[in-house]
């Protein structure tokens, strides 16, 4: 499900009262906040030597991780209660003063990030909520920043209306994460075959690096967007596979991070049905008599 806060609200259905295994929203930076004063100067002296940022820089104005955070996990925990949340992004906060795990930790809530992964960040978070004991009570948080502060020309291609945040329910379909070290780009192809006949998807979201499966329904997640590209393209697929009722059974997202040379997936499949009968729990114990 895609979200734009910030903005009116186009009429829409009113929300399932269901978890949805992807949720996507948009958050337009013209109802942003600036990031204070002071972290440019401490960006520019830290990245550069320069006490004093380049003249004419404008202030950047974007969402903080805490209020994008804040607004997914609402609809979330009135589903049901969350004892584990895992962030990743792949950019740094806009504004590093502000802690996430401070301001979203409970008393029965732990929150913490993964980064430093790129864009492979999301695949390592799903792994580690996957793990949770109980996995209906675990979340993970992709977040994605349109600005930074302070200059980069590798993100120049960054969409720069609107901040990027998905949330994904590990226990809702998501199969388990895997993971290649040191693919080399001319790798990718030989690794990926492979890879997706042992994963019989229907459709295979690819990030904007990879290149295009042989023999496999492919789409390409937007190039604008950083963690959150294949999983919001996975959520505007089971959107408007709901709309249109063909929803595909099994859906493989593969992300590649040239600059660490890593190569991730993971099927989304649709849920089985449960079974209309159930049998009858034998008796494992039939004598009573020795029960304590």
Same mark, same amino acid.
């Given at each position: 499900?895609?979200?734009?806060?910030?903005?009116?609200?186009?009429?829409?259905?009113?929300?399932?009262?269901?978890?949805?295994?992807?949720?996507?929203?948009?958050?337009?930076?013209?109802?942003?906040?600036?990031?204070?004063?002071?972290?440019?100067?401490?960006?520019?002296?830290?990245?550069?030597?320069?006490?004093?940022?380049?003249?004419?820089?404008?202030?950047?104005?974007?969402?903080?991780?805490?209020?994008?955070?804040?607004?997914?996990?609402?609809?979330?925990?009135?589903?049901?209660?969350?004892?584990?949340?895992?962030?990743?992004?792949?950019? $740094?906060? &806009?504004? /590093?003063? +502000?802690?996430?795990?401070?301001?979203? !930790?409970?008393? =029965?809530? %732990?929150?913490? #990030? @993964?980064?430093?992964?790129?864009?492979?960040?999301?695949?390592?978070?799903?792994?580690?909520?996957?793990?949770?004991?109980?996995?209906?009570?675990?979340?993970?948080?992709?977040?994605?920043?349109?600005?930074?502060?302070?200059?980069?020309?590798?993100?120049?291609?960054?969409?720069?209306?609107?901040?990027?945040?998905?949330?994904?329910?590990?226990?809702?379909?998501?199969?388990?994460?895997?993971?290649?070290?040191?693919?080399?780009?001319?790798?990718?192809?030989?690794?990926?075959?492979?890879?997706?006949?042992?994963?019989?998807?229907?459709?295979?979201?690819?990030? $904007?690096? &990879?290149? /295009?499966? +042989?023999?496999?329904?492919?789409?390409? !997640?937007?190039? =604008?967007? %950083?963690?959150? #590209? @294949?999983?919001?393209?996975?959520?505007?697929?089971?959107?408007?596979?709901?709309?249109?009722?063909?929803?595909?059974?099994?859906?493989?997202?593969?992300?590649?991070?040239?600059?660490?040379?890593?190569?991730?997936?993971?099927?989304?499949?649709?849920?089985?049905?449960?079974?209309?009968?159930?049998?009858?729990?034998?008796?494992?114990?039939?004598?009573?008599?020795?029960?304590?």
């Amino acid at each position: 499900m895609t979200a734009v806060i910030g903005a009116p609200a186009p009429l829409r259905h009113p929300e399932p009262t269901a978890p949805q295994p992807v949720r996507a929203a948009r958050f337009p930076r013209s109802a942003g906040r600036p990031a204070g004063p002071g972290l440019r100067p401490m960006w520019a002296e830290r990245l550069t030597g320069d006490p004093l940022p380049p003249p004419g820089d404008p202030e950047p104005v974007g969402h903080a991780f805490a209020d994008m955070c804040a607004e997914l996990l609402d609809p979330i925990q009135a589903s049901g209660p969350l004892e584990l949340v895992v962030l990743a992004h792949v950019t $740094p906060d &806009l504004d /590093p003063r +502000d802690s996430v795990a401070g301001a979203l !930790a409970e008393p =029965d809530l %732990l929150v913490f #990030a @993964v980064s430093d992964q790129g864009r492979l960040a999301p695949f390592t978070a799903l792994q580690v909520a996957a793990a949770w004991p109980d996995r209906s009570r675990a979340a993970v948080i992709v977040l994605d920043q349109a600005v930074v502060p302070y200059r980069d020309p590798d993100l120049s291609a960054l969409d720069g209306r609107f901040d990027h945040a998905v949330a994904l329910r590990p226990d809702l379909g998501f199969e388990p994460v895997r993971q290649w070290a040191g693919v080399t780009g001319d790798r990718v192809a030989d690794v990926l075959g492979p890879a997706l006949a042992a994963e019989h998807p229907d459709l295979v979201i690819l990030g $904007p690096a &990879l290149p /295009p499966p +042989d023999g496999w329904n492919w789409c390409r !997640a937007p190039g =604008d967007q %950083l963690g959150t #590209a @294949v999983f919001a393209a996975l959520g505007a697929v089971l959107d408007a596979s709901t709309d249109t009722g063909e929803r595909p059974a099994r859906v493989t997202v593969v992300e590649y991070e040239p600059a660490l040379g890593g190569l991730a997936l993971v099927t989304w499949s649709a849920p089985a049905r449960p079974a209309r009968h159930l049998a009858p729990v034998p008796e494992l114990l039939p004598d009573r008599t020795n029960r304590r």
